[in-house]
Each structure stands twice: as structure tokens, then as C-alpha cells.
């Protein structure tokens, strides 16, 4: 399935566009954080406006949420938003400064997102909870209500989007292979430290759970044999 | 010194505001990608689009850069743009899903951008690649005049702008301090890998450089004691 548009189809660099529903949803799951930019329609000329954010997908939707008197939540209910994520897997350390790069994967997606009616907002808000810890949920307290009723999401269509992946070493101008220096690329990764107990615990024996001591993100995605 | 205006003051959990440039400064520094928020102000309503670039500060500026050919750098050297930054710190698990939260430190830059005269385009290139591996410059062939000239750099004012930290445990409701789990943080964090060397080297037995088998970011930068 491709979600390519006019819009999101790669202009720049155009060989490392990628389109595949498959490479889209691994960079999402994978992605601990996304970028939602909105317009401040507001504004004389209008602005842009671009907040940090967690996501989840779910089949074909990217789930978002927030308190309900978010502004920029209000504001991306009502009107056409871009949603960026990018991994860093890498410096390209090439031989010269212009032929530096970043071995990265990204997706944008355009649209514009539904409010998640009521009743189906619990099941959304175990879900984000889920993508950003697998296995957490059982061992908390049920939401309650007004929990519920505090909280906003936000349900995105995954139709117009468009990944952008560059992975491998450096392309360096011909002639520059010949000068005597290391060239290559430094691997990038998000790593998880040792679980610290709430100081605040009152239980401070008890174990750390395996959705935790073990905590893993989906990926690295299929990554495409692109430069 | 203040970059804190009314639309860059905090709203959602003002608390976790943060003016002072120090922090604003060691959240760039420390940070290796922005994402730059633009409006397309042809398509009728406007809309947004968010995209990741390498960022390096110099002072009271954020310098951005690509190719001349590059729609996103000509439409953000004309208009108001929004430059977010986020550094992912830990997962904060809480003893509900409500309370769950991300510990982070995050900067949004509003301003408009001037494009870099071509007679400073190569200091502020040097300057950019520092800022991703410090140190690499001196190993590198010289830039070429046609390589400057292929190049757009942007110098975007660090004048208006916020940074939003939380660190530290959860924050449960009370009464869930008695329910017998585990709760805490995940921390998480950038890792640098073992140093790849380009399979297309011939120099093979090139030894790894300093600046890039010891490679270190700037920071963590300062942490107010936030909730």
C-alpha cells in the first residue's frame, strides 16, 4: 500500500523517498516521540507551531493525546497538522565536510486528525500507554472516569505519508578516496539505563518488572538498500 | 538573560518552564537533530510541515543549513519559523497510566531567520560541522568554493524562546502510594557504537580518530529540580 501524494512525495534527495506502509510503521512503532507542527491561524501572518509529543499507531491510525485544555491539541483537532518522527541510526563521517550526513529514518504524515469519541477513549489510552511500555498496563490501577474525561485524543489517518531513510557509509567524491584518513560511520542508538525505584516507594523491595528490566522498542525497521 | 515572551511562556504545566538562556543553550548544544516548523502559505488554508535538520549554535544563533536546491530552507528564510528540540531523558512509570509522563528537556525558538552572507557561509559551515563531531574539521579536506556556493546556511536569533524540563519520579495521586507495585524511571539515553569504517576505504588500516572513537556530546545540561 503506498501513501504517496504529490505532497509527500521526497524532493530533495529524492532516492531515499520510501512509501511502503511497512517502512512507515516500523520508523512510528520504533520512534519513542513524534513532532506535531500546527498553524497558529491566529496570527498575522499565520505561524507555525511545533510540539514534542508521544504517539502510538495503531493499524492505521496514529493515536495522540493530551490534556484536555491543551491549546495545541484543540488547535491540531481542527485543522490539517504535520506529523514528523526521526530515528538517528548514524554519522556519515565522509572526507570532506560536504559529503557529511546522517544515517536517519523519517516519516511525515499530513492530514487531518478526528477527536477519539468518548467511548472509545479508554481503549485508545491503554493503547498509548501500551506503545510506550509493552506489558505495563496490567499491573496498574484502572483509569477512572474523570481521568478519562481530562484527558483528549486525537486519531490521525496514515494515508498521505512518506518515510525518507539513508543508510551505509560515506559517498565521497572520487578523487577524495585517494587522501590518506579514516572515513565512516559512527553508530547512533537509544539505550535504556537501570531502572531507578521511586525514592518515594513504599514498597522498596519490590522487584523490577520484566516489561521493564527488559524494556525493548519494536526495530530497527526494514531498512531499504538506499545511500 | 530572558527569552521568555508571551508566546513563549509555558501554558500546559508552567511549572516545568524554563527562560534562562543557559538551559536554553545546553538543550541545543547537547541536542544532535532540531525539527524546523514551516507554513506553506500557497496551499489554501495554510499548512504546516515539520522537518528534521542538524542544527549548531553559535552564540546568540541557531545556524541551519542545506542545498540551495532545498524548498525548505528557501520558505524558512522568508517567514517566521518555529525550531523545537527535544532530549529524551527517561520514562517515568507511574502507578497509573495517567500519571505516566516522559522526563525530557525540550526548546522551542520562534523568530525569522536571515540567510548567512556568502562571505560568512564558510565560517558558519565549519562551524556546523564542529557542532556534530568536534574536532573533524582539521582532518578534512578544504571546502570548495562550488561546495560553499551549493550550500544555504540560515542564522535564526535565539531571542524569543523556551525550554520545558521535567526530571524526578513520578507524581502519583496519593492514595496509589499503598498499592504494592513497582514504580520509577527508565532512564534512556544516546549511545555512540563502535566506529564502522567505510568498506570502500583504501586505507583499510587507517587507525580510528580520536574525535570519533571518543566521541561525546555536550552535557546533560542543567537540570532544574522540576516535577
Redesign the interface.
Given at each position: 500500500m503506498s501513501t504517496q501524494t504529490d505532497r509527500t512525495t521526497v524532493?530533495?534527495a529524492a532516492e531515499r523517498g520510501v512509501y511502503d506502509r511497512a517502512t512507515v510503521d516500523a520508523i512510528l512503532d520504533e520512534a519513542?516521540?513524534c513532532?506535531?507542527?500546527?498553524?497558529l491561524?491566529d496570527e498575522k501572518?499565520?505561524?507555525?507551531?511545533?510540539?514534542?509529543t508521544?504517539h502510538a499507531r495503531i493499524d492505521d491510525h496514529l493515536l495522540l493525546h493530551?490534556?484536555v485544555?491543551?491549546?495545541?491539541l484543540r488547535a491540531a483537532a481542527a485543522?490539517?497538522?504535520?506529523?514528523?518522527v526521526?530515528l538517528?541510526d548514524?554519522?556519515v563521517?565522509?572526507?570532506?565536510?560536504?559529503h557529511?550526513s546522517?544515517n536517519?529514518r523519517?516519516v511525515?504524515i499530513?492530514g487531518t486528525p478526528e477527536v477519539v469519541p468518548d467511548d472509545q477513549k479508554p481503549a485508545a489510552?491503554?493503547a498509548l500507554?501500551e506503545a510506550?511500555?509493552p506489558g505495563?498496563?496490567p499491573?496498574?490501577?484502572p483509569?477512572?472516569d474523570k481521568?478519562v474525561r481530562?484527558?483528549s485524543v486525537l486519531r490521525l489517518p496514515i494515508t498521505e505519508a512518506s518515510a525518507k531513510v539513508r543508510t551505509g557509509?560515506?559517498i565521497d567524491d572520487e578523487e577524495?578516496?585517494?587522501?590518506?584518513?579514516?572515513?565512516?560511520?559512527?553508530?547512533?542508538?537509544?539505550?535504556?539505563?537501570?531502572?531507578?525505584?521511586?525514592?518515594?516507594?513504599?514498597?522498596p523491595e519490590?522487584?523490577?518488572?520484566r516489561h521493564?528490566s527488559g524494556?525493548q522498542r519494536p526495530g530497527p525497521g526494514p531498512k531499504p538498500a538506499t545511500t
Open positions: 524532493k530533495r519513542i516521540l513532532h506535531v507542527g500546527i498553524v491561524h501572518p499565520p505561524t507555525p507551531m511545533v510540539i514534542p508521544l493530551g490534556s485544555a491543551s491549546r495545541m485543522q490539517e497538522i504535520c506529523v514528523t526521526t538517528v548514524g554519522f563521517l565522509a572526507r570532506s565536510a560536504f557529511h546522517m536517519y523519517s511525515v499530513l489510552l491503554d500507554t510506550l511500555v505495563r498496563l499491573f496498574l490501577r483509569m477512572t481521568e481530562a484527558t557509509p560515506p577524495d578516496y585517494e587522501l590518506e584518513m579514516w572515513a565512516g560511520v559512527l553508530p547512533v542508538s537509544t539505550t535504556y539505563g537501570k531502572p531507578l525505584i521511586d525514592p518515594g516507594s513504599r514498597f519490590a522487584e523490577v518488572p521493564v524494556y
